[in-house]
């Protein structure tokens, strides 16, 4: 089964449980990032905690490795189930969030490249692979990979094999979930879910993928 996340990058506390709340039962787990943290807090897993979805810290982090390990323990301390880091900074910064996760009991997911037009300047030409084989030396759960280009999907994943892929860019970037669904482990979706006027008819809709 293709799982399907929910991006909640809303700033609002009550606003962000509200949707997420309507769209538990379509839904696999609840992505939040800087926006909403930054507007609520690391509190903010208290209040979803209860819908009994994995909860994944979308912080992106990319920092020197002690600062990674402080960072990933604070996320899961807060309850958090899992936590997306950047690669480029190396093998031992990114070890260390993997390390912190997997003592945990959770998980941890390296971009191998994102989602945005702009990626292609830096995350192309090779880096991407190179990131996606740090993945696996260090262990990491699984990659993040772009629902917008598909063809790069199938590149990597000659590279994890059977570890986990999530892909964002459906929807708003112009990702087609159908397309993508079939080379990953999940899609990531956010504005057009959270900005529909019906959200939980959106995610309904989007969750055909799960077949």
Known sequence: MTELILALDLLDR??????????APCI???KVGYPLVLATGLS?????????LPLIADFKVADIPNTNRLITEAVFAA?????????????DAARACVEVAHNHDGAAYIVAEMSHPGATEFFHGGVAERLAALAVTVRADGIIAPATRPDRISQL?????ARTIYSPGVGAQG?????????????????SIYEAGDPAAEARLLSRIRQ
Do not use: S
Not at 44 to 52: F, M, R, T, V
Not at 157 to 161: A, L, P, Q, S, T
């Open 14 to 23: 009550k606003e962000a449980t509200r949707v997420a709340e309507a769209c």
């Open 28 to 30: 696999d787990a609840i």
């Open 44 to 52: 903010i897993a208290d209040d979803l905690a209860g819908l009994g």
């Open 79 to 91: 309850g958090f189930d899992a936590i997306i880091a950047h690669g480029f900074v190396g093998a």
């Open 157 to 161: 994943r000659e590279i994890v094999g």
């Open 175 to 191: 990702g087609d979930p159908d397309a993508v669904a079939r080379l990953v482990d999940g899609i990531i979706v956010g504005r």
